[in-house]
């Protein structure tokens, strides 16, 4: 891994790391549709997104952790940040009368679960960045499902 020093190293690493377009279109369709959620959505899609927005951003800034504070495991900051967050959305799912957060909080799990796997076992890194895509674009399918359910058939907001 080539040694980050500022902004620009930062960038050009970002830009040409080979898996860098895919990540950016992926993650510009769920910004899309957190700010989605964040303006039409109901109050459990609007504490979804917001709450999502708090952990990729964390996620985001745990990833750089180990190049600023070399004494810090990255996996282990992930599984911190994604516990906290799964913490925090238990209410959402305890409290919401639909089914959409209780699937997007088990496609959440999901991740921690496989890091967590990664972590004990033998596997490398290659299986649990793999499996991450998949349940965020799982997770990401069903905060869709209920920002969609909400723009259908929009619920009257009390005044």
Do not use: K
């Not at 495991?73 to 957060?101: E, N």
């Not at 967590?116 to 649990?128: D, E, W």
Request: with cysteine; glycine share 6%.
């Amino acid at each position: 891994m080539p040694t980050i020093q500022s902004a620009v190293d930062l960038f050009q690493v970002l830009v040409t790391h080979p898996m860098a377009w895919r990540s950016f279109s992926i993650y510009g369709a769920y910004t899309a549709l957190l700010a989605l959620a964040v303006w039409r959505g109901g109050w459990a899609e609007q504490l979804a997104a917001g709450g999502s927005i708090v952990q990729f951003s964390a996620a985001f800034a745990l990833s750089f952790a180990d190049v600023y504070w070399p004494g810090i495991d990255r996996p282990w900051t992930h599984l911190a940040s994604d516990a906290v967050f799964l913490a925090l959305f238990l209410p959402l799912v305890s409290c919401s009368p639909r089914i959409w957060p209780l699937w997007f909080y088990a496609f959440n799990l999901m991740c921690p679960l496989s890091l967590a796997v990664m972590l004990l076992t033998p596997v490398g890194t290659a299986p649990f960045g793999t499996t991450r895509w998949i349940w965020m674009l799982c997770a990401m399918a069903a905060l869709a499902a209920g920002v969609a359910a909400r723009l259908v058939r929009p619920v009257a907001r009390p005044v």
